[in-house]
Structure formats: C-alpha cells, structure tokens
C-alpha cells in the first residue's frame, strides 16, 4: 500500500510542480509585457527629446548666424533715424487723442456758451420790482411809519406783500 500511496503523492507533486511553472511562465510573460509597454514610453518620450534637441540645435544655428550676419554696427544717421521712427510711432497715437480731446473741449466750450447766453436773456426777461429801485421805498417807509398796515401798503402801491416786507427789512424797520 506504500508504493500506489507514493505513486499518488507523486502525482500531486508533479501537478502542483506543473501549476507552479505554469504560474511563474505567467507572471514573466505580464511582467514582460509591462516592461515592454514601459520600454517603448521611454523609448518614444527619448526619441522626441531628440527630435525637440534637433530643432533647437538648427534654431541655434540659425541665430547663431543671423547674429553674424546682422552684427555690423549701425552708423549714427541710422540710429538717430530708427530713434525717430521709434518715437513718431509713440508720439503719433498721443498726437491724434489730443486733437480729439481739443474738439471735444470746443463742443463743451460751445455749449457752455450757448446755455451761459440763454441764461442772459432770461434773466433779462425778469422785470425788476419798482420797489426795488427805490421809486416805491419811501412811500413804503413813510406808510409805515404812519402806521398803515403792510396790505394797505401792498394794496396802495400795487406790490406785494413779501416786498414790502423785504423793504422794510432792508432799510431796518423789521
């Protein structure tokens, strides 16, 4: 009984051997597969340095070479020219926002005028109290001296009663 009981071990041990083999050829073909995966990020991240290094090194050269080229010193004349130029372009947008601006202050200017001038005539237009003038504010003043209340007065001389009462504060009877 020994022996089949062996046997059957035996069979148990090469099965889990074989399940064994099976489970690591399994884990480095992934392991594999993800280096792979991994290798070829690297490899195409590095190739496309490579790419970005060449064109740099081209742009490099190209600059290299036009400063060469343009490493000729300007004489004076095209200095003080290229100063002008640079300071026409400044000046200019300023130049033409001050012109505006002076319109600007010259339609106000116009305006102001116009409304100052309309004032003018309507104040002209206000009639003046008599009263006001003194033509009525010694008879006012008399009047009240003799007693004579103030709607008698403003009755008697045709004004009303604020401007009695306005004559008779100016000259300080009330």
């Not at 069979?11 to 083999?21: D, F, G, H, N, R």
């Not at 992934?30 to 690297?42: A, G």
């Not at 409304?115 to 009047?143: F, M, W, Y």
């Not at 001296?145 to 009303?160: D, F, N, P, R, W």
């Amino acid at each position: 009984m020994n022996i089949p009981n062996i046997e059957f071990h035996l069979e148990y041990l090469v099965v889990v051997m074989a399940a064994i083999i099976l489970y690591l050829l399994y884990y480095v073909f992934t392991k594999d597969t993800q280096y792979s995966k991994n290798i070829r990020s690297v490899a195409s991240v590095v190739e496309e340095l490579n790419r970005e290094l060449f064109y740099l090194k081209k742009k490099l050269s190209e600059t290299q070479n036009s400063i060469t080229k343009n490493s000729q010193r300007m004489n004076d004349e095209e200095i003080y020219q290229e100063i002008e130029r640079s300071v026409y372009d400044m000046v200019t947008p300023l130049t033409h926002a001050l012109k505006q601006l002076q319109e600007n202050i010259n339609t106000i200017e116009i305006e102001v005028n116009n409304r100052v001038a309309e004032l003018e005539s309507g104040v002209r237009q206000i009639n003046i109290p008599a009263s006001i003038h003194g033509n009525d504010d010694e008879k006012v003043i008399t009047l009240y001296k003799q007693g004579v209340s103030l709607e008698t007065i403003a009755k008697e001389l045709h004004i009303s009663k604020a401007e009695v009462e306005f004559v008779l504060k100016i000259n300080k009877l009330k």
